[in-house]
């Protein structure tokens, strides 16, 4: 279709499509994404250790902070900013910016690390920048579905390169380096098939070039502090076990114990994304409150169960699964639980305050609970290794759902569930996810 400026009538009705019809197969998408990418990451831990998985996995972490850098331009808020202004406006200036993110990740990492670093991690950015930012075009059209398929043939891309490499040898090895050039192939050909998809859009948005809108720079800028701060929560640890301790196989199982949270947090994620996208519509306060409380308790019930799956399983699952030099990898993710549980909860309170523009108040959350559990890492890390960059993580992720929620209810102080939520088919339906994934996997 050719690009227009859309209306706001426009939008609501293209967002109304696709709370509607695009909700279950985002779920299904993301679930099928979340397996197809953690067979990925299993292989990879299985053929190069726990070593190389370090290695892959911080580089990976100056990659996602790249990636996270350029979301203060070519982020969420794009896809916000598409309701209000032409692509014209909105597209052309956030290529430039990751371009400039690009050159200042590469100057850095060259100047305090080494070039080799610069290269790779690069390398690796530069494809997965420009998706993104197709990826957040599509949100803002509405091409949720188009999105959703280009994800999901990412991962399959991914696995299948990743196969080429190994089989390519005897041994059934692969090295850092053929990992990271599998996944830059794999982005630069769903790169190629979105540019082609959204043509006639990114053409005339280049051709009819128009000045950038302030809010795309103000409104990114808050909304993108609380995702840096919430992005570092996260992956900072990999290097800091790395720097604290002067070798990779610790941040490896902690890389993995971390992808077991991912995959556990697929309810949140997906809950949440459904929650945010029914909130932007409506206008109705009590409504925003009502439906952020019940999805809510859906995540962390569909969460609790998965971790309880999690701990039923034997320690040798996780090796076989692995591979060897794995075998702390069950205390490890049973020592995460406290954390995995907090993000499950408070992902919709965060999902609630940045559907409402309270982005300063993400910011505060995510920058105290960052701030603890950096200070608590320092503290354990020394003594504990990995143990201790878990129960930091612990600290840290349990603050962040004390603040969002305090900033949640004192928006809304009377907020309360209204009517009754069926447990017994939301365990149907949890036990079906889980028996589908772990089918997957």
Same mark, same amino acid.
């Given at each position: 279709?050719?690009?227009?400026?859309?209306?706001?009538?426009?939008?609501?009705?293209?967002?109304?499509?696709?709370?509607?019809?695009?909700? @279950?197969?985002?779920?299904?998408?993301?679930?099928?994404? #979340?397996?197809?990418?953690?067979?990925?990451?299993?292989?990879?831990?299985?053929?190069?250790?726990?070593?190389?998985?370090?290695?892959?996995?911080?580089?990976?972490?100056?990659?996602?902070?790249?990636?996270?850098?350029?979301?203060?331009?070519?982020?969420?808020?794009?896809? %916000?900013?598409?309701?209000?202004?032409?692509? +014209?406006?909105?597209?052309?200036?956030?290529?430039?910016?990751?371009?400039?993110?690009?050159?200042?990740?590469?100057?850095?990492?060259?100047?305090?690390?080494?070039?080799?670093? +610069?290269?790779?991690?690069?390398?690796?950015?530069?494809?997965?920048?420009?998706? %993104?930012?197709?990826?957040?075009?599509?949100?803002?059209?509405?091409?949720?579905?188009?999105?959703?398929?280009?994800?999901?043939?990412?991962?399959?891309?991914?696995?299948?390169?990743?196969?080429?490499?190994? $089989?390519?040898?005897?041994?059934?090895?692969?090295?850092?380096?053929?990992?990271?050039?599998?996944?830059?192939?794999?982005?630069?050909?769903?790169?190629?098939?979105? #540019?082609?998809?959204?043509?006639?859009?990114?053409?005339? +948005?280049?051709?009819?070039?128009?000045?950038?809108?302030?809010?795309?720079? #103000?409104?990114?800028?808050?909304?993108? !502090?609380?995702?840096?701060?919430? $992005?570092?929560?996260?992956?900072?640890?990999?290097?800091?076990?790395?720097?604290?301790?002067? !070798?990779?196989?610790?941040?490896?199982?902690?890389?993995?114990?971390?992808?077991?949270?991912?995959?556990?947090?697929?309810?949140?994620?997906?809950?949440? #994304?459904?929650?945010?996208?029914?909130?932007?519509?409506?206008? %109705?306060?009590?409504?925003?409150?009502?439906?952020?409380?019940?999805?809510?308790? $859906?995540?962390?019930?569909?969460?609790?169960?998965?971790?309880?799956?999690?701990?039923?399983?034997?320690?040798?699952?996780?090796?076989?699964?692995?591979?060897?030099?794995?075998?702390?990898?069950?205390?490890?993710?049973?020592?995460?639980?406290?954390?995995? @549980?907090?993000?499950?909860?408070?992902?919709?309170?965060?999902?609630?305050?940045?559907?409402? !523009?309270?982005?300063?108040?993400?910011?505060?959350? %995510?920058?105290?609970?960052?701030?603890?559990?950096?200070?608590?890492?320092?503290?354990?890390?020394?003594?504990?290794?990995?143990?201790?960059?878990?129960?930091?993580?612990?600290?840290?992720?349990?603050?962040?759902?004390?603040?969002?929620?305090?900033?949640?209810?004192?928006?809304?102080?009377?907020?309360?569930?209204?009517?009754?939520?069926?447990?017994?088919?939301?365990?149907?339906?949890?036990?079906?996810?889980?028996?589908?994934?772990?089918?997957?996997?």
């Amino acid at each position: 279709m050719v690009f227009s400026p859309i209306s706001f009538v426009g939008f609501s009705a293209a967002i109304k499509r696709m709370s509607n019809s695009s909700a @279950l197969s985002t779920f299904i998408s993301q679930l099928l994404r #979340t397996a197809l990418a953690a067979v990925f990451v299993v292989l990879c831990s299985r053929w190069m250790g726990p070593e190389g998985r370090g290695e892959l996995g911080l580089i990976l972490f100056w990659a996602g902070l790249l990636a996270t850098g350029n979301d203060y331009v070519g982020g969420s808020n794009l896809a %916000n900013a598409l309701q209000r202004h032409s692509m +014209a406006s909105v597209f052309p200036v956030s290529i430039v910016w990751s371009l400039v993110v690009i050159l200042m990740g590469f100057v850095g990492l060259s100047y305090f690390f080494t070039s080799a670093l +610069a290269w790779k991690v690069s390398s690796l950015a530069l494809p997965l920048l420009l998706l %993104n930012i197709q990826y957040n075009v599509q949100q803002g059209l509405a091409l949720v579905r188009q999105r959703n398929r280009l994800q999901l043939l990412l991962e399959v891309l991914k696995l299948l390169l990743l196969l080429t490499f190994a $089989f390519t040898t005897l041994s059934l090895s692969v090295s850092v380096s053929s990992v990271i050039t599998s996944m830059v192939l794999a982005y630069a050909v769903v790169l190629i098939l979105s #540019t082609g998809l959204l043509n006639q859009e990114i053409g005339l +948005a280049l051709k009819n070039r128009q000045w950038p809108p302030g809010e795309l720079f #103000t409104h990114g800028f808050w909304s993108q !502090n609380g995702h840096l701060a919430q $992005f570092l929560a996260y992956r900072l640890s990999l290097y800091t076990l790395t720097f604290l301790l002067g !070798n990779h196989s610790a941040a490896g199982i902690y890389a993995n114990a971390l992808l077991i949270a991912d995959a556990i947090w697929i309810f949140a994620n997906s809950f949440g #994304t459904i929650a945010h996208v029914r909130i932007l519509r409506s206008k %109705n306060e009590n409504f925003k409150a009502d439906i952020t409380l019940r999805y809510a308790i $859906f995540a962390l019930f569909g969460t609790v169960l998965a971790c309880l799956f999690m701990a039923v399983l034997p320690s040798g699952i996780f090796v076989w699964v692995f591979g060897k030099g794995f075998e702390t990898l069950k205390d490890t993710s049973l020592l995460l639980i406290p954390a995995i @549980l907090a993000v499950a909860a408070s992902s919709l309170f965060s999902h609630y305050l940045h559907a409402v !523009n309270r982005f300063k108040a993400l910011f505060i959350a %995510n920058v105290c609970g960052l701030v603890l559990q950096t200070a608590v890492g320092f503290w354990l890390i020394p003594c504990w290794g990995v143990y201790g960059a878990c129960i930091a993580a612990d600290a840290g992720f349990i603050l962040t759902f004390f603040l969002v929620y305090g900033f949640f209810k004192a928006r809304n102080p009377h907020a309360r569930l209204k009517g009754k939520i069926r447990f017994r088919l939301l365990l149907k339906v949890c036990m079906r996810l889980l028996k589908g994934r772990s089918a997957r996997l």
